[in-house]
């Protein structure tokens, strides 16, 4: 038995038939969900990692979504050289076709961290996308890594030129835009009411704004007054 057989064979036995039917409602259309816990499965992926790692990334045939997400996990603990990491994100971004594959990936790409320049270049193919999942990865990259005062400027610059009509790409987008909000209030603010962003992704930020506990009261009440 093989390691991708191995894997499968352990997210069968740590499955929970009501964790299953919740993570399916917030998946809709996606039909290969076992139900495993998320902090189960990061277990799993340093398991895999301290073990066989390179036969189970090259690994393309998923019986549960789950095995898509361990790959995600598994590339986000490598400790090679950027470039190394670089290729196996690209062969893993095809596989992402849900939110929660997307957004677990990306958050676990720490390695990002000390390779910020390089990862900003490697990301701009994404963010030009045409492709659903293509965006929203290079978005949450964003989100996660680049909202900071050295890449504000262009994060908001290259995330309010974004045009799709993709839900998962747009709604990644305004909650990158509200990130930058939280904590570049001002020059968000002035970026979005003068730029030719989107009407949709704009009224989608707004609200992902208003969502934020971080934001006061009277804020949350002048910042409604902008919806298109």
């Not at 030009?128 to 929203?136: A, G, L, Q, V």
């Amino acid at each position: 038995m093989n390691i991708a057989e191995n894997v499968r064979k352990r997210i069968k036995l740590e499955s929970e038939e009501k964790y299953q039917k919740f993570s399916s409602s917030l998946l809709p259309g996606v039909k290969n969900v076992a139900g495993v816990r998320l902090p189960i499965l990061r277990k799993i992926a340093r398991e895999i990692y301290k073990s066989d790692w390179r036969n189970f990334l090259e690994n393309n045939s998923y019986e549960f979504m789950e095995e898509k997400m361990l790959k995600g996990m598994v590339i986000g603990l490598l400790k090679e050289q950027a470039d190394v990491i670089f290729n196996y994100i690209e062969k893993f971004i095809p596989d992402i076709d849900n939110w929660a594959i997307c957004d677990s990936f990306c958050c676990g790409l720490k390695f990002i961290n000390k390779n910020k320049s390089e990862t900003w270049k490697f990301i701009q193919k994404y963010l030009n996308s045409k492709k659903e999942y293509e965006i929203r990865f290079g978005a949450v990259i964003i989100l996660n890594f680049f909202v900071d005062k050295e890449y504000i400027d262009n994060a908001l610059k290259i995330l309010s030129k974004i045009k799709t009509n993709d839900y998962y790409a747009q709604m990644a987008i305004a909650w990158a835009l509200s990130i930058c909000y939280v904590k570049f209030e001002e020059k968000t603010l002035n970026h979005l009411l003068n730029s030719n962003m989107d009407k949709y992704i704009f009224n989608k930020t707004i609200q992902k704004i208003i969502e934020s506990n971080r934001i006061s009261k009277e804020t949350k009440s002048e910042l409604k007054l902008l919806k298109k």
